[in-house]
């Protein structure tokens, strides 16, 4: 009863820390427009730089070009921001 007991405590703890080691998968929360392309990364292959000279940079002596991020080209544009007229309440 009493190692019963204790196993049900162990396991209960070790699934607690399980469940709590547990993260969402983090999205990019923006696509950067620049990618490293080559033979080695893949399509798109690896997108994480803002500008040319960074990619280019990066690339440098690692066998592979910068491209532009389709991801980021053909995304859809942002919905444009509603203004809205405040109104003046009579006294």
Do not use: K
């Not at 469940?19 to 798109?44: E, K, R, V």
């Not at 690896?46 to 690339?59: G, H, I, K, M, N």
């Not at 070009?65 to 109104?87: D, K």
């Amino acid at each position: 009863m009493r190692t019963s007991r204790l196993a049900m405590l162990v396991a209960g703890a070790v699934m607690l820390t399980g469940i709590a080691s547990i993260s969402p998968a983090s999205a990019d929360a923006y696509d950067y427009p620049w990618c490293a392309q080559g033979p080695s990364l893949g399509y798109p292959g690896e997108c994480a730089y803002r500008t040319y000279e960074q990619c280019l940079a990066s690339v440098s002596g690692r066998y592979l070009y910068c491209g532009e991020n389709p991801r980021f080209l053909f995304r859809e544009p942002p919905e444009p921001r509603r203004y809205y007229r405040r109104h003046a309440r009579p006294y």
